[in-house]
């Protein structure tokens, strides 16, 4: 060597191998052989790199972002490092050979069995923590009889645009949403019969401007007709969530609405539990008042996960008629923290579907010759 | 892991391969996968009374296209115009017409 350094030489495969230690507690494999690692660069002792994870929201990203910074600053010579963490959401299986929905690259359906467990206020929810990450998302309101979605987002004036025959979404807090709400006048009734249902669905999924989307989120309206039978049938789901209440009434209905989406080979992502307690105004403890473990019984008895239990709070009715989710609202609050977890375990689980391949499912066509 | 098909071939005129995703492949002739088609039009509903007379069905009917529904079936548009059935994967795979499945049905 002519020219002596003035440290050691720091390559990046010294750099590499420290990451290597790095594992991903989801995907249960190293950061580097997963691919995450962009941009490297080493010069003179200052080490920068972005982490590309597979979510926005993802639950460790703050874990990861301090061991990256661990090992690296262990490697003899380096004064500093600077790790960005950036996303791409991976294409869900479903999504991979798109028909229907080419641009959103996983479509979740948020269902129940039965009216009123808060499907709605649920899906916004959750909606806006994974936006709040810096998601792509979309939120379409399937309920063609009941929207809800524009009253509870503080959009029940709005009219959406259109251009080149597509009709531009909704957008607020960075969450682009569609809904039957939108395009009639506010308290008409939409009289349909089914076939109707199944056309307005149809054009939803087809000539909405949804543009780039990491997450559709569906609210799908109570029961299992029609529109569930579109949905499924004309969107490659990624997966579903099922929303109940915790009393047996509830459960009866969705564990129909958990054995339709089974039926039609739709991954259950998990269940979500609402109204799972009532948390007290003045000292926030929580009272089990319409009784307790629905949602762990139903989960169990299907073999699919918890997602989570959202107790009652007066804020949720609330905020949800002043047009501001809680996630917006109070972000500090309990429900807030349990949706943003929820979110983000959602995130989590369909990144693992994807880069395991578990779910190897691909929609086909063929002509005949 | 739920049964899925990965792969459609057509082999010659009359006859459709599947390729799935547990590895069979199976083989169909087409004709007789239009036979047994289980749509409302074809089977009636309640009395499950097959309503599809075979000589109704031309001798060299054929598909048209064949789509995914969903991820629970696939849906035949035919050359006879009839474009209403579903085949579940478990029923299409109950109806192969390979040696394997032929003889231990």
Redesign the interface.
Known sequence: MIFKSKGPVITEESVLEKLRLVKDPDLHRDIVSLGFIKQLKIEEGKVSFQVELTTPACPVKEQLKAQCEEVVKSIPGIKEVSVTMTANVRTGATQANRIALPTVKNVIAVASGKGGVGKSTVTINLSMALAADGARVGLLDADIYGPSIPLMMGTLDEKPESKDKRVIPIEREGVKMMSMGYLIPAGEPVVWRGPMVHGALTQFLNQVEWGELDYLLIDMPPGTGDAQLTISQSAPLSGAIIVTTPQEVSLIDARKGLKMFQNVKVPILGVVENMSGFVCGHCQEITPIFRQGGGQKIAQEAGVKLLGSIPLDPKVAETSDLGRPMVISNPESEVSKRYRQMARDIAAKLSVMSLEGTDQFKPLTMDWQ | ??L?????K?LGPGHLGIIW?DGHQSLFNVRNLRLKCRCANCVDEWTREQLLKEDAVPSDI???????????A?KVEWSDGHDTGFYT?EHLRALCECPLCKSSR
């Open positions: 892991m739920n899925a098909p990965l792969e459609l057509q995703n054929k598909p048209r296209k064949i789509e995914s529904v969903g991820r629970y696939l994967f």
